[in-house]
């Protein structure tokens, strides 16, 4: 499983959710889908809050945007929040 403090191991952070999550499906061992978006945000309550609040708005973000859920969307639709919780880890 990936570890909340698994951010400590990099020398820099990953510049972008999609690194970042390329790396997480790495650890976890699983390809992409609902279930490793929901062991990421277990991971990581900081990044994703502590309820699954981000994960549905995410779902309603596909259903609005009329996007297929794909690694590419979830990382596009997630980078600017990881931006900011990089900055404040940094």
């Known amino acids: ?3 909340a403090a698994s951010l400590s191991l990099y020398s820099s952070r990953p510049p972008s959710f999609r690194h ?3 790396d997480a499906l790495v ?6 889908g609902p279930q490793a978006r929901e062991r990421l945000a277990q991971a990581h309550p900081d990044l994703f809050g502590r309820s699954f609040s981000t994960l549905r708005g995410y779902e309603r973000w596909l259903v609005h945007s ?3 859920d794909t690694l590419e969307a979830f990382a596009h ?3 600017r929040r990881y931006r900011r919780w990089i900055g404040l880890a940094a």
Not at 27 to 32: A, H, Q, R
């Open 20 to 22: 970042f999550v390329h």
């Open 1 to 3: 499983m990936v570890m």
């Open 66 to 68: 009329g996007t297929s």
């Open 27 to 32: 650890l976890l061992g699983l390809p992409y």
């Open 77 to 79: 639709f997630m980078d």
